[in-house]
């Protein structure tokens, strides 16, 4: 099993940027496939994005295309969403997801694929 903290949400303006991150610990993720998920309240867990294990594949999500970018760092065994022109539809608690299989053996915008998940990270944009 292996352990994720998400940092970086906060509150910033529509139009604004955030970068979070998503530290893992326990086990190396080099071999994982990672995503983002994100859910705000009253709402069920979207899919965001996901990664590949080598960080050449990568999915979004049709609402965030072309504003986030999901990367990763396996040296350090973290997993990046940069975030631009943020959208008060953007407010959600952001989750960090992992699962040790290859991207094409994992639905990767189904929650249910993931078997790791962060605790979650708190963004807010105001209009």
């Known amino acids: 099993q292996v352990h994720l903290v998400e940092s970086g949400g906060g509150l910033v303006q529509a139009g604004g940027s955030l970068r979070l991150s998503c530290a893992a610990s326990?086990?190396?993720?080099?071999?994982?496939?990672m995503g983002w998920f994100r859910q705000a309240p009253g709402k069920e867990r979207e899919f965001v994005a996901a990664i590949s294990a080598s960080g050449l594949s990568a999915q979004y999500a049709d609402s965030v295309k072309g504003r986030f970018t999901i990367s990763r760092n396996n040296a350090e065994n973290t997993v990046y969403l940069q975030m631009n022109y943020l959208e008060p539809e953007d407010t959600a608690v952001y989750h960090c997801?992992?699962?040790?299989?290859?991207?094409?053996?994992?639905?990767?915008?189904?929650?249910?694929?993931?078997?790791?998940w962060g605790q979650g990270t708190q963004v807010t944009v105001s209009s």
């Open positions: 326990g086990r190396t993720i080099s071999s994982y496939t």
């Open positions: 997801a992992a699962v040790p299989l290859p991207y094409y053996h994992v639905t990767y915008y189904s929650p249910g694929s993931y078997s790791d």
